[in-house]
């Protein structure tokens, strides 16, 4: 799941994100508002978690404006103004929670999960199947014909991302920019290893392959259906 972060104290910033990474989640970081709105406005998120006080652009605003265009994903506010009426004003502007700093990330990590379980709508967004393998977001669990398959967090992101573009290509570069946030050097053995560890999981004691390497292109997830005979 893709988290976007809007914070403009940079410690605080990068405490949330690795915070967020390591419990599995993909983040996005922007530290100044409008960054922030183009972000939130132009791509696809799970959850937002937005500071209250932000630079070019408040929090508030931020909010607002998103909720005005239609964009109904969850928000949390965090703010180091502790007034019943600052939550109030926050919560009225169309946040689903409001969270006061200090916190412990235990609780924002708490209320988080529970702003994505109210986020689903439907069991079905709940889940993702690619034929046979099945993989539940909220459980963090993934299964290949009813076998568990025990994967480590990156892995685990690497294959939700590939769930989620089943039947196509996917880069390198796609893969490095969402699922570990930078920019690197697309021709970096990195992607390759984790593959190559994701694919003997899958597809170990398995007759047909779910996870292909398309030579010069990149990857692609697809069910042994709709592969090439």
């Not at 916190?103 to 967004?125: K, Y």
């Not at 099945?134 to 990156?154: C, E, F, K, S």
Request: charged share 25%.
């Amino acid at each position: 799941m893709r988290i976007l972060v809007i914070e403009d104290d940079a410690e605080a910033a990068s405490y949330l994100a690795k915070g967020l990474r390591e419990s599995g989640y993909a983040v996005d970081v922007a530290d100044e508002g409008s960054d922030g709105l183009f972000l939130a406005a132009n791509e696809s998120f799970d959850a937002m978690i937005i500071d209250r006080m932000l630079p070019t652009i408040d929090g508030l605003s931020i909010v607002q404006s998103l909720r005005q265009n239609g964009n109904d994903c969850p928000i949390m506010l965090l703010t180091a103004v502790t007034k019943v009426d600052e939550r109030v004003r926050g919560l009225r502007s169309g946040a689903d929670d409001y969270l006061p700093k200090p916190f412990a990330f235990s609780e924002l990590l708490a209320r988080l999960e529970a702003l994505l379980r109210r986020g689903q709508a439907a069991p079905a967004e709940t889940m993702l199947r690619v034929g046979e393998l099945q993989m539940d977001l909220l459980a963090r669990t993934v299964h290949r014909d009813g076998r568990a398959i025990d994967l480590q967090p990156r892995e685990f992101r690497i294959l939700e991302y590939l769930m989620r573009h089943a039947d196509q290509v996917v880069t390198r570069t796609m893969l490095l920019e969402h699922v570990w946030n930078y920019h690197f050097d697309p021709q970096t053995n990195v992607i390759d290893v984790h593959i190559s560890r994701l694919r003997r999981k899958l597809d170990k004691d398995f007759d047909t392959p779910l996870l292909h390497t398309i030579r010069g292109a990149g990857y692609c997830l697809r069910a042994p259906q709709s592969a090439a005979s």
